[in-house]
């Protein structure tokens, strides 16, 4: 058995300058004091112990050194303190007052410290610090240091701290010869690039990054990014998230949203796909944007949202669609624009174009400008650029629309962001349901025109002024031929008109999130005290009425230390 061969080496004393006995203070001891030479010497095995005074219990193969102690094993473990104490049948060592145990990969300093030669680990239980080299400083109330596997296990008020990170945490596991830390429990690392919250993470302290996976999120500057996964490079000053996104933009008052993102800080730009939506607070609204990846860059003054592939706005009182859709927050300017490469090689089909639906009126173009006014945010104006057509479902005929076709279109809002004046220019042409002031039909207006200027209130046309008219005729509705009753180019298209934010959505493909595996869940080490340690610390007393080695192993461990 490993115990019985541990009983048989004997704590062998190389020097002492005196040796007495005192029976009355120290029964069945040889008290061994230094001279003015050199210290008290005693050897086992691999180990070597230095100290000003030593108590040997030959009986029990049990030693008790004092003053200036330092305790060496072969060429890895340099241990000093004030006071050790050591059993040859254990093999496990006491250390108190000001003790600092190095090893060639790091320093432990503590008021008390465990080491276990057996298992070749070190235990401290009433507070502790550990060095390493470029890892940093940790402080914990309870540490333990796996020597094979190079590995610290921390708990309760765990403080790393280097020239580039401070991480808090109650659990922490660490191993010293890669610097990666795991951390367990409500953790914080703060860096000057980021802070981050997790109650679950990995932090490489050499390479300066890391990824958290439970309840977490990083403060970068002024967004905090939330999400199932995260991942963080300080020495690159990038950020990334899978899974369940929440971005927010504390200056800007917006909120991101996705299943994946990217944030590169030093270029001040924000990437997110799979489901992106960007919404921002505008006075008492909020406007919302959507497509397959959306782009956010610049400084929150001058910043550019850029939408881009099944791109979509909505807000309560307008909405759009395009293949791409930019905004820069800085000019007010907003652009909705049509990709050449996505439309039909079909000759005969509908040519697709951006389109725009403000109150009852629907605006499409080859491409479609919204001006707003960056500082009050409310929208100024509109300018939609060739082919620009405008259609308004008549408010009681069953089927019939109000029409305006032109090259061009610009367009003025009122303070509610509804359209108080739409202007065609060049070659425009009108189909309008002329009603009196009881709602009464008069008739079907068409007309071609240089241009046309209409007046709208509540959405409803209160007037409208063609200029450079070529033709045009007011015809009664049981005389106006039914296919004169659209335009050429007409496309009708509410269908596709969100009415509110999940509309946004509706035409996405399935999304199947990946599957995060993680880290493992925290799994305690066994005590350090297990029944192994505890079975020859019971041993070790088997033949003595009083069990030395057991004095000092806390009863809470399952040994009562009187017995």
Do not use: C
């Not at 009355?24 to 030479?37: F, I, M």
């Not at 990054?209 to 996964?229: E, F, L, M, P």
């Not at 279109?409 to 108080?420: A, I, M, V, W």
């Amino acid at each position: 058995m490993a115990i019985q061969a541990q009983e048989k080496k004997k704590i062998e004393i190389q020097y002492a300058g005196r040796l007495n006995v005192d029976e009355q203070t120290y029964p069945g001891a040889k008290v061994l004091t230094r001279d003015e030479s050199q210290q008290v010497h005693i050897t086992q095995g691999s180990i070597n112990m230095w100290s000003d005074k030593a108590i040997y219990y030959s009986g029990e193969n049990f030693i008790e050194a004092y003053g200036n102690v330092k305790l060496i094993e072969g060429d890895t473990i340099h241990m000093t303190s004030k006071y050790i104490e050591y059993s040859g049948i254990t093999q496990l060592a006491f250390a108190s007052g000001n003790v600092v145990l190095k090893d060639p990969n790091s320093t432990i300093t503590s008021d008390t410290l465990y080491y276990d030669r057996v298992k070749q680990q070190a235990f401290y239980k009433s507070g502790g610090t550990v060095v390493k080299d470029t890892s940093g400083t940790i402080t914990s109330k309870i540490g333990r240091y796996f020597m094979q596997q190079k590995k610290y296990q921390f708990v309760d008020d765990v403080v790393l701290v280097n020239k580039d990170a401070t991480i808090n945490s109650n659990f922490f596991d660490f191993f010293s010869d890669t610097g990666y830390a795991y951390l367990y429990g409500p953790s914080t690392i703060t860096t000057t690039e980021s802070k981050t919250y997790t109650e679950k993470g990995f932090y490489d302290t050499k390479n300066k990054n890391g990824y958290a996976v439970k309840n977490s999120k990083i403060h970068y500057d002024n967004r905090i990014i939330v999400g199932d996964s995260l991942y963080f490079d300080d020495a690159q000053k990038f950020a990334s998230a899978t899974n369940n996104i929440k971005i927010t933009d504390t200056i800007n008052q917006s909120i991101g949203k996705g299943h994946y993102v990217e944030v590169y800080k030093a270029k001040d730009s924000l990437f997110i796909t799979k489901r992106a939506l960007v919404a921002t607070k505008q006075q008492n609204d909020s406007i919302y944007m959507h497509a397959d990846k959306i782009m956010v860059t610049g400084k929150p003054e001058n910043r550019i949202v850029r939408a881009y592939y099944n791109a979509k706005i909505y807000k309560s009182d307008i909405s759009g669609k395009a293949d791409s859709i930019h905004s820069n927050q800085q000019t007010g300017l907003t652009q909705l624009i049509n990709l050449q490469r996505f439309s039909s090689a079909d000759k005969f089909s509908k040519k697709r174009r951006p389109i725009l639906w403000n109150v009852e009126n629907q605006m499409t173009g080859d491409t479609i400008h919204l001006i707003s006014n960056s500082k009050t945010e409310k929208l100024d104006s509109l300018i939609v650029f060739n082919n620009a057509f405008v259609i308004s479902k008549d408010t009681i005929s069953k089927d019939g629309f109000n029409q305006i076709f032109g090259i061009r279109l610009t367009g003025l809002f009122n303070d509610d962001n509804k359209l108080k004046q739409v202007n065609i220019v060049k070659n425009a042409e009108s189909i309008f349901y002329a009603r009196n002031e009881n709602q009464e039909l008069i008739g079907i207006d068409k007309a071609r025109s240089g241009s046309i200027s209409i007046v709208f209130d509540e959405g409803d046309i209160e007037e409208y002024t063609r200029y450079n008219q070529i033709d045009g005729n007011l015809y009664p509705e049981s005389k106006y031929p039914e296919k004169e009753k659209i335009l050429k180019g007409f496309d009708w298209r509410e269908d596709e008109r969100p009415l509110s934010v999940e509309d946004l959505f509706k035409d996405d493909e399935p999304l199947v999130l990946p599957i995060i595996k993680g880290l493992d869940d925290y799994i305690p080490q066994d005590s350090f005290f297990d029944e192994e340690l505890l079975e020859r610390v019971k041993l070790a007393g088997k033949n003595s009425p009083i069990n030395k080695a057991a004095r000092n192993v806390p009863e809470n461990e399952g040994l009562n230390a009187a017995k």
